[in-house]
């Protein structure tokens, strides 16, 4: 139950942060990594998002990018993706940091949005590094060359045993630390990453709310749980958010 002295509090909120995992985008259509039905029940990440398995085999890796390119491609956003928006506009202050390479949030109409983990949809090259848009689904090569020096391009995600991107870490962790409010939304919170950038957020004193069907690892730290899908539950808060005086 949000009361209304709750929503009284989030209103009055300075500086808001929304993380979010792939629970946002389940509703539409897009597998999860943990849980049933989810990509790391059926693949071994091992095989398929670690610079070893790269370098092992390239063209499989791509493959298998490829696949998931064309079920993000196909998708739309969901009610949770656009209430995330409409919660960006109720505050000056506003970033969204997403653990998710959909696209979905920027096809949303979110602005101010952090991609933790990259984007399915750019590409970024072995040797000078240069980072391009791979805009046709299907690629119509494998792997695809890089637009600038023609070497082999990779896709622009954090595999696991690398490390993030040290600007967008280092400002994310200050954001953070400042903000008063912060939503963590459809993360099961298995990755430590994020997991920190949230629990920063929560020891600087930022009401924290959650909102998953399931227990994740921050529902501890969190001060308040709301069980349930994102794009069932936040639309309501955010109307019910706009609606206050
Ligand atoms: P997970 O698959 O680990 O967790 C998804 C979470 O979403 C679970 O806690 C579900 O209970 C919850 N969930 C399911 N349906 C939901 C709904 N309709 N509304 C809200 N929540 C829902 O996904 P992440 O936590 O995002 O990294 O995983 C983190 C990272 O691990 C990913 O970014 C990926 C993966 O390895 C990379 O690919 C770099
Ligand atoms: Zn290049």
Request: charged share 20%; proline share 7%; hydrophobic share 40%.
């Amino acid at each position: 139950m949000i009361t209304n002295a709750i929503l009284k509090q989030w209103k009055q909120a300075k500086r808001i942060a929304v993380l979010t995992g792939a629970g946002i985008s389940a509703e539409s259509g897009i597998p999860t990594f943990r849980g049933d039905g989810g990509l790391w029940r059926n693949y071994r990440a091992e095989d398929l998002a670690t610079p070893q398995a790269f370098q092992r085999d390239p063209v499989l890796v791509w493959e298998w990018y490829e696949m998931r390119r064309e079920v993000c491609q196909k998708a739309e956003p969901n009610p949770g993706h656009f209430a995330v928006v409409e919660l960006e506009s109720l505050y000056p202050d506003f970033r969204l940091f997403t653990q998710n390479v959909d696209g979905l949030h920027k096809r949303a109409g979110s602005q101010s949005i952090v991609e933790l983990h990259g984007n399915i949809f750019t590409g970024r090259c072995t040797k000078c590094g240069c980072i391009h848009p791979l805009d046709e689904v299907p690629l119509p090569q494998l792997p695809p060359p890089c637009p600038e020096c023609g070497s082999m391009a990779r896709p622009h995600i954090v595999w696991f045993g690398e490390s993030y991107d040290e600007r967008i870490l280092g400002e994310a962790v200050a954001y953070l630390r400042s903000v008063d409010l912060i939503f963590v939304i459809g993360t099961s919170g298995q990755v430590t990453v994020p997991v920190y950038l949230a629990q920063e957020a929560i020891r600087a004193g930022a009401y924290s709310v959650e909102i998953n069907p399931a227990e994740s690892t921050l529902s501890e730290s969190v001060d308040l749980s709301l069980r349930g899908k994102s794009g069932e539950i936040l639309p309501g808060i955010v109307a019910r958010l706009r609606d206050l005086n």
